[in-house]
């Protein structure tokens, strides 16, 4: 692999895959604010440290929060990590090629961890507050991530019913943990609840009349995995069912987020066999139960995922999400994310997507973008980041001469001549790196970065997170080089 590769023509097939990756396009506009990518600054080394990351490889910003504990002086925006995510997917799919059933005991689990960016003590400065190593014993880890945070105002354990302010975040592994911590000081964290080990992960959670609610989803591709099921608490420390039957639908085998919204509580469910669906509960019609709004993944039944909610402007914004860029139920993939908005009344229109308000396409006109991966609203503006499969796509083209040969005769040759293009071009060819869009009335879109932020390997924006002192953080998936975190800030804070 290297600059001495032997130059051979390129195949008719590989022109035709070159001809198909070259139809994503922007729509042209004039930009007319908000932030460009020139604005972000990387806060962050690649995966925090080069000791910690050569060891526990961390790929993902998983779970981002601000939090700023009652009486505290000041608040610090925690990254929580998703560890050798890369390595868990090539084990998984392994399984799913060989057949039989997937021992997730023998999953290369490495242990995730918790830290906070310390900005006055250097801008790349992230002090470690929880780390699994602390948890788990060593050479027998069965938690990867940290899948998801927020805050909630819950009864103190030991101070006789009074209320504080807790940083919450979920654990992903062969159990899913909820912890919580008081301060996000180190050694200040609390187990409070496990979904035990049966594949189920706290996906989201979210606060809605004074409740904390818990989204569990089952992100896999078993035969027949239990639905999704909902959790409520009235203290943050005791939990119990509230539904637990993906909604009566079999199908829906994960709730991928709740959000309250217009005096409910909304829930969007994973459903890889029929496309997703919306639903809304817990409303002030304490008898009218849940009530279905969208089915069949809104636009499309390959929109397996109603995975990313954000509320801007008095509407509800929620993108979509082909698990793992494709669906072996339906036998598809390669199709761009889509964004629907909800209002008040409960109707919907197409944001991003077939015969869309903005124009664009799926994917915004890319059909690698195959998530809507996270949407934050920042000063006025609604910015969405994608996952972006150029990246992996990149890493099976330079190796398409042997797919092809493998395809056609089953073995994998001994000698076959590589394609005369280095990492970089492929990356080019492909768009490969994530995108950042941001549109301030969801009519009119603008693209801020569509490769991720200058490093292709940054395949998702994974978290975004907006501060009370004017920043944007930006949180990266990237498997190859480590996770990244960009920041950026707005000129009325700088002033």
Request: glycine share 12%; proline share 5%; net charge negative.
């Amino acid at each position: 692999m290297g600059n001495d590769k032997k130059k051979v023509p390129l195949r008719h097939t590989f022109l035709s895959i070159v001809a198909l990756l070259s139809c994503g396009m922007l729509l042209p506009q004039c930009d007319p604010g908000g932030f460009k990518a020139s604005d972000f600054v990387k806060v962050s080394q690649n995966g925090f440290d080069p000791v910690d990351h050569e060891e526990d490889v961390n790929s993902y910003a998983w779970a981002m929060r601000y939090f700023k504990a009652d009486g505290a002086q000041d608040g610090h925006v925690y990254v929580g990590t998703g560890n050798n995510i890369a390595g868990l997917i090539g084990f998984y799919f392994t399984g799913l090629i060989e057949g039989g059933e997937i021992d997730l005991d023998e999953a290369p689990a490495r242990p995730p961890e918790i830290r906070r960016h310390r900005p006055d003590l250097g801008d790349d400065v992230w002090e470690t507050v929880f780390d699994y190593r602390d948890v788990e014993t060593d050479g027998e880890y069965k938690t990867s991530g940290f899948r998801f945070m927020g805050t909630y105002r819950a009864v103190d354990a030991d101070n006789k019913g009074q209320r504080s302010k807790y940083l919450y975040t979920a654990t992903q592994g062969l159990e899913s943990v909820l912890w919580r911590s008081k301060t996000g000081d180190p050694g200040d964290w609390q187990q409070v609840f496990s979904t035990g080990e049966n594949g189920a992960s706290i996906r989201y959670f979210a606060e809605h009349n004074g409740k904390m609610y818990l989204a569990y989803a089952y992100d896999t591709y078993e035969a027949n995995p239990p639905p999704g099921e909902i959790w409520v608490s009235d203290d943050g420390l005791n939990f119990e069912p509230l539904m637990q039957d993906g909604f009566g639908n079999p199908h829906n085998r994960g709730i991928e987020f709740l959000i309250s919204y217009n005096n409910w509580l909304y829930a969007g469910t994973k459903n890889d066999k029929d496309g997703y669906e919306i639903w809304k509960l817990e409303g002030p019609d304490k008898g009218a139960g849940a009530i279905k709004l969208i089915d069949g993944g809104a636009t499309d039944p390959r929109n397996e995922i109603a995975g990313t909610p954000c509320l801007f402007k008095g509407q509800l914004y929620i993108g979509s999400i082909i698990f793992f860029g494709f669906n072996p139920t339906q036998a598809n993939g390669f199709k761009g994310c889509d964004i629907i908005r909800i209002d008040e009344n409960d109707d919907w229109e197409t944001v991003v997507g077939p015969n869309s308000i903005s124009g664009y396409d799926s994917g915004f006109n890319f059909f690698m973008n195959a998530y809507c991966w996270w949407m934050e609203e920042h000063d006025g503006w609604l910015y969405a980041g994608t996952w972006d499969q150029g990246t992996i796509l990149s890493w099976f083209l330079d190796d398409l001469p042997t797919l092809i040969a493998f395809i056609q005769t089953g073995e994998i040759p001994e000698d076959v001549d590589d394609l005369p293009l280095e990492y970089e071009q492929w990356y080019k060819l492909t768009q490969a790196g994530a995108d950042i869009f941001k549109t301030q009335d969801g009519v009119n879109w603008f693209p801020v970065t569509i490769d991720g932020m200058g490093n292709r390997t940054n395949y998702g924006w994974r978290t975004m997170e907006s501060t009370p002192d004017g920043y944007l953080y930006l949180g990266s998936a990237n498997p190859s080089d480590g996770l990244e975190i960009w920041r950026g800030k707005t000129e009325e804070a700088k002033q």
